[in-house]
């Protein structure tokens, strides 16, 4: 199944959102809470003192990636738009993808399949935070390993980028879900990305498709406009 996604618009109201971010973080913050009051009781095991105090961690760990990834979504533009070298800029991108992908036995493949550099305007940072977002997804849908191909080119409708994976895939429910905000399927998930990863795309007038079915992996599609040197 295939589906174009532009829900940003329907959650530009910040402070509605950020009513529901409060909501969030208080949930995992009230974990870690009641954990670290577990851990005031006398006579505990050193492991359940391990276990009280490893659930409270990721608690906390869990309220701050909300909090990263609504600031993400919600602050002001401070650079300014430029010249973005395409195929550079994922080059650069790549290495910081690496430590996750040698963990997940993730092999990465590149294809810049215009010889030209190619490129859009835009604010590099958002662009990376943009393709970074949308790789971690990649990455994680494949927790056995699998293969991550990135491909770029140029022709007369724009600049496309495609980032493909062999992971799980997604059923055609929660392809119509995925962007809305908190909207997770993992266990660690703020469901925070691809909000911010829309409103990102939005900002630099491109746009962002899936392509899904479950057990057969995902390819998300990027089109933007071409800036012609
Ligand atoms: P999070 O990664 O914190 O769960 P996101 O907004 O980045 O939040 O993604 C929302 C959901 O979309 C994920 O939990 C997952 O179910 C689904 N998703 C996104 N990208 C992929 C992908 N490449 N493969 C499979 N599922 C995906
Ligand atoms: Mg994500």
């Keep these: 199944m295939r589906e174009e996604l532009f829900r940003a618009e329907k959650y530009q109201v910040i402070g509605q959102l950020a009513a529901s971010i409060s909501h969030e973080i208080r949930n995992p913050l009230t974990t870690a809470q009641g ?19 490893n659930y409270a961690i990721s608690g ?69 935070q943009c393709l970074l977002n949308i790789m971690k997804n990649a990455v994680e849908s494949m927790p056995d390993g699998g ?20 992971g799980v895939g997604m059923s055609d429910y929660q392809i119509k879900r995925i962007g809305m905000p908190f909207y997770t399927t993992k266990e660690k998930g703020t469901g925070l990305g691809l909000m911010v990863v829309i409103s990102l795309v939005k ?27």
């Excluded at 954990?35 to 276990?51: G, I, S």
């Excluded at 293969?147 to 080119?153: D, F, R």
């Design 35 to 53: 954990f670290l009051q577990l851990m005031n009781r006398d006579n505990l095991t050193p492991a359940q003192l391990e276990t009280y105090r």
């Design 60 to 128: 906390i760990e869990q309220a701050n990636s909300i909090i990263t990834d609504y600031l993400n979504y919600a602050k002001p533009a401070v650079e300014l738009a430029r010249p973005i070298h395409i195929q550079e800029e994922i080059d650069g991108i790549i290495p910081m993808m690496s430590p996750l992908c040698v963990i997940s036995k993730i092999e990465v493949v590149i294809k810049h399949l215009s010889k030209q550099p190619i490129y859009v305007m835009g604010e590099a940072k958002k662009f990376q």
């Design 147 to 166: 293969v991550m191909t990135v491909t770029t080119w140029s022709d007369n409708e724009g600049v496309h980028i495609h980032v493909k994976d062999t």
């Design 203 to 229: 900002a630099m007038n491109g746009t962002i498709s899936y392509y899904s079915r479950p057990d057969e992996g995902t390819t998300c599609v990027l089109k933007f406009k071409q800036l012609l040197l």
